[in-house]
């Protein structure tokens, strides 16, 4: 279960960037891995999983990617775990976007959170291209893309 939400500024202190958009995620067992703490891949997912509800929430769904074919594509992804996280813990994952040429790429960062002490969990870091859906090339940002998420980098 996931709530999604752009923190306020009296909830910003702890976070590695202002503003964050969160996501309140709890592991489920399906989660649990044999070590009994949330398996590293699901990091991975939720890191996804933010990342579009921050662009559909920036105004930019997949139906806009589509529609305009161009998407911003991993080109590289980082990921440093840093404490386990456990069933059912309540967590917030936020997200932003902190750097881009205007061009071709976009930098994504991550921060996972335990709500109950505040200790930062997972920090993430994803470079992205610009790409044509259709042909699967690098290629400029429509001034679409470049409108939105410009206006919502932080710096």
């Avoid at 105004?59 to 990921?79: F, K, N």
């Amino acid at each position: 279960m996931s709530q999604q939400h752009v923190l306020g500024r009296s909830d910003e202190q702890g976070w590695d960037h202002p503003r964050p958009f969160a996501l309140g995620l709890s592991p489920q067992p399906q989660d649990i891995d044999g070590l009994n703490h949330t398996n590293n891949a699901v990091y991975v997912q939720w890191c996804e999983k933010v990342a579009w509800a921050h662009s559909e929430a920036l105004g930019l769904s997949l139906a806009d990617y589509q529609r305009l074919d161009r998407a911003m594509a991993i080109r590289h992804a980082a990921y440093d775990y840093l404490l386990p996280s456990a069933l059912g813990e309540r967590l917030l994952l936020g997200t932003w976007l902190t750097a881009s040429d205007g061009k071709l790429s976009m930098e994504r960062r991550f921060q996972l959170r335990r709500a109950s002490d505040g200790a930062t969990l997972v920090r993430g870091r994803w470079d992205l291209v610009c790409i044509e859906i259709s042909s699967g090339r690098a290629r400029r940002m429509p001034q679409e893309f470049c409108a939105i998420y410009m206006a919502a980098m932080v710096v």
